[in-house]
């Protein structure tokens, strides 16, 4: 039941879910209202990136996350998934052939697509 609440809570707002189904006009672009979206200017993020042993013992004691699976990348890297036993956070990771891991994305409400389903994990 929590699991198809949290795939409701991803669902488009009624804001957007109004603008996908609103069809299209021929003619002149519809006009914009308002003021258009400002531009931040930020630095890049730098990737946060260690030892795999290292990153992983600090995934592990700050966000009780552990591995729980991984894929060998076509350029030679491993990438891992790893989650907090509740699913409630999860980091990718990818560990390159000279064992220097990097965060790839990180997030929250994980939750394995089988056991949606309603088959066995």
């Known amino acids: 039941m929590a699991a198809l609440a949290t795939v409701a809570a991803l669902s488009l707002p009624a804001q957007a879910q109004a603008q996908a189904q609103t069809p299209q006009v021929q003619g002149k672009p519809p006009q914009?209202?308002?003021?258009?979206?400002?531009?931040?200017?930020?630095?890049?993020?730098?990737?946060?990136?260690?030892?795999?042993?290292?990153?992983?013992?600090?995934?592990?004691?700050?966000?009780?996350?552990?591995?729980?699976?991984?894929?060998?990348?076509?350029?030679?890297?491993?990438?891992?998934?790893l989650t907090k036993a509740d699913g409630s956070s999860w980091t990718i990771t990818?560990?390159?052939?000279?064992?220097?891991t990097c965060i790839v994305a990180a997030g929250?409400?994980?939750?394995?697509?089988?056991?949606l389903r309603g088959e066995a994990s």
């Open 32 to 81: 914009v209202q308002g003021k258009p979206p400002q531009v931040q200017n930020k630095p890049p993020q730098r990737r946060a990136c260690a030892h795999r042993t290292v990153l992983q013992k600090g995934l592990k004691k700050r966000y009780s996350e552990v591995p729980i699976s991984m894929g060998l990348t076509n350029t030679g890297g491993v990438i891992e998934l």
């Open 94 to 100: 990818i560990t390159m052939p000279n064992g220097i």
């Open 108 to 115: 929250e409400a994980w939750v394995t697509v089988s056991a």
